[in-house]
């Protein structure tokens, strides 16, 4: 090891040679995996955090000065992903599309790069879950103080421009009830390092117990280390074979409990590669994205002081909501370009607009192994997401389709180039492990700990059972906030992370 990986990281040889040791083996290290591996690290459990990846940056690349470089930014994107494939297997020749979907593989994952939208699922998304927004509220507020949300009662918008006050009052009058979008970017008075978009590298590299494992750190990374397979010994996990992808050593990891926070697709990989579908039927199953419209619109001129970050709630009738940010000089946009949200060009004349909706759950949505993988990445890109859209998918993107036609309309610009995404474009999955009510209707509990496997669980939106209109990433750290909850329950430890923090402060 050198450079910024012999600094922050563990020797995986160190952590087998004592994974006895190891009270819970987080895999990924997303905002799921950090959140889960930060909250019981605070009571006192020893955590190890395993990242397929390497670690490339410190903070979110939003923070950086390349942001305004061009093409540097999304070079670096591009240089941490792997392509993944979703097909239609109705379509004649389901093979790989034109456009493969990425997939991170880097320390922080995609909080790396995401757009920083931050707002709540509504309490109707909550519909098809076994618990409500009630039950999810405290943990909400615990991610927003965590991310350092902005744009809600503690902290205010990003933007507060008079062009921003001017598009809600249009949009509002329009029909389209429009607000400043939260967003996980700080904007408080406490200015430090790793201020600014929140990314779950930075919450990692920040965290007191963060170390080295043969030091007896409370957490440790180990990066550029693939979980291969899970071994299973009556209802319990008993070893995690992994691929140390520096040397190509596979290794066998036993800790107490296992916690997959890989993101939905590739925790449900994970599940299916360890045969768990034998135990659990529904693994893999009800795969879900988001359905995702992009488009433009043009202003017939600059206009001073109109940067702004609007959106449009979803209602009950309309489940979906729309995004609007602006203005830019350029015309188009990629998906992977995410720091441009905040890179708003006073000269320019476009505004780029999004719609994101709720698409229909259905079981055949599903991850399917293959043997088309790189032997390099230790299955992680073996297989396929088999995935058909509905009538009523279809209905609605062309409903989100003509809102954002009425929404550019409505600022006063000319609606400009509309583009439908395929499905995982968004970026946005989940499902996989879904959660139920009990093991017949469900692979994992409210809480994401699987019904049938005592020392198993999952931290990302795998157990979700439906998708809310919002971007997922607050609602995720939400989610594995209360999941860190039910895994320290089961490893007999207080339930209240603040307690254990406030025992080692007076000790």
């Keep these: 090891m050198n450079g910024l990986d012999a600094v922050f990281e563990s020797p995986i040889a160190d952590v087998a040679h004592d994974s006895d040791a190891i009270d819970c083996l987080v895999i990924g290290s997303g905002t799921a995996g950090v959140s889960t591996a930060l909250s019981l690290a605070r009571r006192g459990l020893r955590v190890v955090i395993l990242e397929a990846g390497p670690l490339k940056l410190t903070s979110h690349i939003g923070n950086a000065s390349l942001v305004d470089s061009t093409g540097l930014a999304a070079k670096l994107s591009d240089s941490t992903t792997i392509p993944t494939s979703w097909v239609n297997p109705t ?7 034109a456009e493969p979907i990425p997939a991170w593989l880097v320390v922080g994952g995609r909080t790396l790069f995401w757009t920083g939208t931050a707002p709540r ?68 008075s406490e200015r430090r390092v790793g201020a600014g978009f929140d990314s779950a590298v930075a919450r990692l590299l920040a965290c007191p117990q963060l170390g080295d494992f043969a030091s007896g750190a409370l957490v440790s990374l180990v990066a550029q280390a693939v979980a291969v397979r899970l071994s299973v010994a009556g209802d319990r996990v008993d070893g995690v074979e992994v691929l140390d992808r520096r040397t190509g050593a596979h290794l066998t990891l036993r800790p107490r409990h296992v916690v997959l926070a890989g993101g939905a697709v590739q925790s449900a990989r994970l599940a299916l590669a360890s045969g768990l579908d034998a135990v659990s039927p529904l693994v893999g199953r009800y795969i879900n994205d988001h359905l995702f419209v992009q488009s433009t619109a043009e202003f017939p001129a600059a206009r001073t002081d109109a940067n702004m970050n609007v959106m449009v709630d979803a209602t009950p009738e309309r489940a979906f909501h729309l995004q609007i940010q602006g203005p830019f000089k350029g015309t188009w946009y990629h998906q992977s370009n995410s720091t441009m949200w905040v890179n708003c060009n006073p000269e320019g004349t476009h505004m780029m607009l999004a719609a994101f909706g709720v698409g229909s759950v259905e079981k055949d949505n599903r991850v399917a192994l293959t043997n088309r993988g790189d032997p390099r990445y230790g299955g992680i890109a073996d297989f396929r997401v088999l995935y058909h859209r509905s009538a009523q998918d279809e209905k609605r993107l062309a409903a989100m389709e003509h809102a954002l036609g009425q929404a550019a309309i409505a600022l006063g610009s000319t609606p400009g180039k509309t583009q439908i995404n395929p499905p995982g474009g968004a970026l946005h999955e989940i499902g996989g492990l879904r959660m139920g009510a009990d093991a017949t209707s469900g692979v ?39 999941h860190a909850d039910g895994v320290a329950q089961a490893l007999g430890c207080d339930t209240n992370p603040d307690h254990h923090t406030r025992t080692m402060e007076t000790a």
């Design 121 to 188: 699922y509504k309490p109707w998304d909550f519909d098809d879950w076994p618990i409500d927004a009630a039950d999810m509220s405290r943990y909400y507020d615990r991610a927003e103080s965590l991310m350092k949300v902005s744009g809600n009662e503690q902290r205010p918008p990003f933007y507060q421009s008079a062009g921003q006050r001017s598009a809600i009052e249009l949009l509002t009058a329009a029909g389209l009830p429009a607000r400043p979008t939260p967003v996980g970017i700080d904007t408080g």
């Design 91 to 97: 379509e004649r020749g389901s093979g790989a599309q």
């Design 444 to 482: 994992t509990d409210s809480h994401g700990r699987f019904w049938r496997i005592e020392n198993l669980s999952a931290a990302d939106a795998s157990p979700f059972p439906s998708q809310g209109s919002a971007n997922p990433y607050l609602t995720i750290t939400a989610w594995s906030l209360r």
